[in-house]
C-alpha cells in the first residue's frame, strides 16, 4: 500500500478520517475526530458530459493534437472525464470532428449536440444546419452507430425523434431532451421513449407555465430524469438553480466553449461573431449567450458557496460519473483521480497511475 497522501480530509461521504489511497479508492486508517470540523475534504475528480472546449480550444475544428492539449489542460483543472461535445452542422463536419478525438484517458467518448433541435430555440447553435432526425438508413448512422457516443441532444417533438430516442437508448446512449419547444405531453413522450436527461434545463426551451410546464415541468417532477445544470451564474439563477437541485438528480455541467479561460474582447465562434465580457460570451447579433466561460471547478465552486458542499460533490464528482441508463452507465471506472477541496476550490489533485 502507498500513501498518496495523508491529512486530516473529509472524506465525502463520511466523517473526518486520516486517509490513505490504494488502488483508486480511500481507504480510512484512523477516525480523527468526528467533533471537529474542517474545511478540507477529499473528493472524486469531475466528469464533465457537456464542454465544447476551452482555452481558444473547439471540438469541431480541433486536430488530434489539439484536443490532447485541451485534455492535458483540463485535467489541470481537476478533471477526471469530460465528452466533448459537438454543435449543429453537416454530417461530414461532424464525422471529422468524431475522427480527430484522439485516444486519451480523460476522454470517455462524445456528446452530439444537435442538428436534430428545435429552429424555434437553436440558441447559439446555426439553424442552417438543423434537421429532423432520419427515419430511413442515412449516412447520420455513421454517429448514432459510433462507439463512442455516449450522449445526445435533440427535441423530442420533431417528427422522427421518438424512434431515434428508442433506437439509441436502447444501446445504451444518454438521450438528452434540449433545444426543444416541447409541450409537456411531448416532453413525455421523450421520457417514455427511453430519454434520461435534459440539455442544461431552462435554457434554449419552452419556458415553464403553471398550465403548460413543458419540458422544464417534466425535468422538475421526473426523479428518474438527470437534468443537465449550467451554474455559472448567468445561465440560471439561483432560485432556479435550488428549485432543481432540490427536486432532482442534477448533473452539473460547464457547457463551456473555447471561449473558456479567454481574456476579455472578441472571438469567433460556430460562424457567430461573439464577445468575451463580464464572465459571458455572447452572440453580437442578439446578446444572447453562446454556451459559457465557466469550466466544470468554476461550476463546483458556486455549487459549493451558494448551495452547498454536498450537492456541489454530487452534481458535478458523483452523479456524472454513474447516470444510470437503461443498460449499463455513462461512466463506469474506478476513481483515477482525487481532488482535495478548501472552501470549494481545488488546492491539489492526486492522479493515480
Known amino acids: 500500500m502507498s500513501v498518496l497522501f495523508e491529512g486530516e480530509v473529509r472524506m465525502f461521504p463520511g466523517a473526518t478520517h486520516r486517509v490513505t489511497l490504494t488502488r ?8 480523527i475526530d468526528t467533533s471537529e470540523k474542517t474545511d478540507t475534504w477529499l473528493v472524486p475528480g469531475f466528469v464533465d458530459q457537456h ?8 471540438m469541431m475544428d480541433a486536430d488530434p493534437a489539439t484536443m490532447t492539449e485541451l485534455a492535458d489542460r483540463l485535467a489541470h483543472e481537476g478533471y477526471e472525464a469530460f465528452l466533448p461535445t459537438t454543435i449543429t452542422a453537416p454530417f461530414d463536419q461532424v464525422r471529422a470532428a468524431v475522427e480527430a478525438l484522439p485516444d ?3 476522454i470517455e467518448g462524445f456528446h452530439l449536440e444537435g442538428p436534430f433541435i428545435s429552429p424555434d430555440y437553436p440558441g447559439a447553435q446555426p ?4 434537421l429532423d432526425p432520419p427515419t430511413v438508413p442515412s449516412e447520420w448512422d455513421w454517429v448514432f452507430d459510433h462507439p463512442k457516443l455516449k450522449k445526445i441532444t435533440l427535441a423530442p417533438e420533431r417528427p422522427g425523434a421518438l424512434e431515434l430516442i428508442g433506437r439509441l437508448s436502447k444501446r445504451g446512449v444518454t438521450v438528452s431532451m434540449g433545444h426543444s419547444n416541447a409541450t409537456y405531453d411531448e416532453a413525455m413522450a421523450g ?6 436527461s435534459v440539455t442544461h434545463t431552462f435554457n434554449a426551451m419552452r419556458p415553464f407555465h403553471h398550465r403548460e410546464p413543458g419540458l422544464v415541468g417534466l425535468a422538475l417532477s421526473e426523479s428518474i430524469l438527470a437534468p443537465e445544470l449550467i451554474y455559472d451564474r448567468h445561465h440560471v439563477s439561483l432560485g432556479a438553480a435550488k428549485a432543481l437541485t432540490r427536486s432532482t438528480n442534477t448533473v452539473a455541467v460547464s457547457d463551456a466553449s473555447r471561449a473558456a479561460r479567454m481574456p476579455d474582447g472578441p472571438v469567433t465562434m460556430w460562424g457567430h461573431s461573439c464577445t468575451v465580457k463580464n464572465g459571458t460570451v455572447r452572440l453580437d447579433s442578439s446578446g444572447a449567450l453562446a454556451g ?16 452547498g458542499p454536498e450537492e456541489a460533490i454530487d452534481a458535478c464528482c458523483l452523479r456524472p460519473r454513474a447516470s444510470f441508463l437503461s443498460q449499463g452507465r455513462i461512466i463506469n ?3 483515477t483521480t482525487w481532488l482535495l477541496v478548501e472552501g470549494g476550490r481545488v488546492v491539489d489533485r492526486l492522479v493515480l497511475d
Open 104 to 106: 486519451h484517458p480523460l
Open 191 to 196: 421520457f417514455s421513449a427511453g430519454a434520461r
Open 24 to 31: 483508486g479508492r480511500p481507504i480510512a486508517a484512523e477516525v
Open 333 to 335: 471506472r474506478d476513481v
Open 51 to 58: 464542454i465544447h472546449g476551452a482555452f481558444d480550444i473547439d
Open 292 to 307: 459559457s466561460t465557466a469550466l466544470l471547478s468554476d461550476v463546483f465552486e458556486n455549487l459549493w458557496v451558494d448551495i
Open 127 to 130: 439553424p442552417e444546419y438543423i
